[in-house]
């Protein structure tokens, strides 16, 4: 085990490298590799002065890469584990078009070609937001532009990567192509809170939230199989209470992903108080990819009133009677479940047994 001191709230990302060494990337703008041993080998400054990293990828045959922006450049950079740059690619120099660009996610394939994810912002009257697709080749050539929804998200998969927009999923090539799609909504009913996550290869999961009208309303995950056809379904994950619903999937390895789920419910009215309590917990959900479900975990609930106070005589004040856990990211191995977040100001990493 090793610490590595940074400075106080600027972590952005870890991501593992080889020999047991991670990449942070923290500072804004900064790259550092630390080995196995909690050593720092080297820090970079990737992005120019101004600029922050918005995006970065897994790391990909001894690569990674990461995108930058500003209000008035942006651009894409692939960095070696030697910390040197391979290639760089400027979206935008600073020149006054009155357009922003902001490269959101990146997907690395394994032969190195590279997808980019980008919201495009006039600046100027009228204001505009877009979303743009770019395909670099393995030497950072740009190959193809594509557009697409601003609140399209690029999911990547190493081998594969897929589009989501709305209740709608596709994968698309190495030069963001098209290769199918596949929708969750249906005639009669339309589906909200869809989060994806892949298995590092071809296929994909994804879990949803099913609202008919009068006639249901459930919870869903889908294993879509590398033609996109649905080859296992499990619905009805819910747990009692007022409002339930996916917040994120993690692919844990092994045939496995973990479910991520945001739930509240109103508590018993007390006297005073302006509104009932509210009482907010996230759980995990383990499953394997056949629907079986493994574990479910239930992490500390928040609790949250609003009361009568002179400060605001009108809205009242908000007090937390409460806090809970908020997770930030969850990692698993053969045997046990890690999870990474948040109570209150204080960080934590738990683990559990996957028995």
Same mark, same amino acid.
């Given at each position: 085990?090793?610490?590595?001191?940074?400075?106080?709230?600027?972590? =952005?990302?870890?991501?593992?490298?080889?020999?047991?060494?991670?990449?942070?990337?923290?500072?804004?703008?900064?790259?550092?590799?630390?080995?196995?041993?909690?050593?720092?080998?080297?820090?970079?400054?990737?992005?120019?002065?101004?600029?922050?990293?918005?995006?970065?990828?897994?790391?990909?045959?001894?690569?990674?890469?990461?995108?930058?922006?500003?209000? *008035? *450049?942006?651009?894409?950079?692939?960095?070696?584990?030697?910390?040197?740059?391979?290639?760089?690619?400027?979206?935008?120099?600073?020149?006054?078009?009155?357009? *922003?660009?902001?490269?959101?996610?990146?997907?690395?394939?394994?032969?190195?070609?590279?997808?980019?994810?980008?919201?495009?912002?006039?600046?100027?009257?009228?204001?505009?937001?877009?979303?743009?697709?770019?395909?670099?080749?393995?030497?950072?050539?740009?190959?193809?532009?594509?557009?697409? &929804?601003?609140?399209?998200?690029?999911? &990547?998969?190493?081998?594969?990567?897929?589009?989501?927009?709305?209740?709608?999923?596709?994968?698309?090539?190495?030069?963001?192509?098209?290769?199918? %799609?596949?929708?969750?909504?249906?005639?009669?009913?339309?589906?909200?809170?869809?989060?994806?996550?892949?298995?590092?290869?071809?296929?994909?999961?994804?879990?949803?939230?099913?609202?008919?009208?009068?006639?249901?309303?459930?919870?869903?995950?889908?294993?879509?199989?590398? &033609?996109?056809?649905?080859?296992?379904?499990?619905?009805?994950?819910?747990?009692?209470?007022?409002?339930?619903?996916? =917040?994120?999937?993690?692919?844990?390895?092994?045939?496995?992903?973990?479910?991520?789920?945001? *739930?509240?419910? &109103?508590?018993?009215?007390?006297?005073?108080?302006?509104?009932?309590?509210?009482?907010?917990?996230?759980?995990?959900?383990?499953?394997?990819?056949?629907? %079986?479900?493994?574990?479910?975990?239930?992490?500390? =609930? %928040?609790?949250?009133?609003?009361?009568?106070?002179?400060?605001?005589?009108?809205?009242?004040?908000?007090? %937390?009677?409460?806090?809970?856990?908020?997770?930030?990211?969850?990692?698993?191995?053969?045997?046990?479940?890690?999870?990474?977040?948040?109570?209150?100001?204080?960080?934590?990493?738990?683990?559990?047994?996957?028995?």
């Amino acid at each position: 085990m090793w610490q590595q001191a940074i400075t106080p709230g600027t972590l =952005s990302a870890l991501v593992p490298a080889n020999d047991g060494s991670v990449l942070m990337i923290h500072g804004g703008r900064l790259v550092t590799l630390v080995d196995s041993a909690g050593t720092a080998v080297w820090t970079r400054e990737v992005a120019p002065a101004s600029t922050t990293i918005s995006s970065w990828s897994h790391l990909t045959g001894e690569r990674i890469h990461l995108g930058y922006t500003s209000a *008035a *450049a942006a651009g894409i950079v692939a960095l070696d584990l030697q910390g040197d740059v391979v290639w760089s690619h400027v979206l935008d120099n600073g020149g006054d078009d009155g357009v *922003a660009y902001r490269p959101q996610m990146l997907a690395v394939f394994s032969s190195g070609e590279v997808l980019a994810k980008l919201l495009v912002e006039s600046i100027e009257a009228p204001f505009t937001r877009e979303g743009q697709l770019y395909a670099f080749d393995s030497d950072g050539a740009l190959v193809q532009t594509h557009d697409t &929804d601003f609140n399209t998200r690029l999911l &990547d998969n190493r081998n594969s990567a897929f589009l989501q927009t709305g209740g709608e999923v596709r994968r698309v090539d190495e030069t963001g192509n098209q290769l199918w %799609t596949h929708s969750f909504s249906g005639e009669n009913f339309s589906v909200s809170q869809l989060y994806c996550a892949g298995d590092q290869d071809l296929e994909i999961a994804c879990a949803y939230t099913v609202y008919e009208p009068d006639v249901r309303f459930d919870n869903i995950v889908a294993w879509l199989n590398a &033609d996109g056809d649905v080859r296992n379904e499990r619905s009805s994950l819910v747990i009692t209470t007022n409002y339930q619903y996916p =917040s994120r999937m993690y692919y844990a390895g092994n045939d496995t992903w973990v479910l991520q789920r945001d *739930a509240n419910q &109103d508590l018993t009215t007390i006297p005073l108080l302006l509104s009932d309590p509210e009482e907010k917990w996230q759980t995990l959900q383990v499953l394997q990819d056949d629907g %079986t479900l493994q574990k479910t975990l239930i992490m500390r =609930s %928040t609790i949250t009133s609003w009361y009568l106070c002179s400060s605001d005589i009108f809205q009242g004040c908000q007090r %937390t009677n409460r806090t809970g856990d908020s997770i930030s990211n969850v990692l698993a191995d053969d045997s046990q479940l890690y999870v990474i977040g948040n109570r209150g100001s204080q960080g934590f990493i738990s683990s559990y047994a996957l028995d």
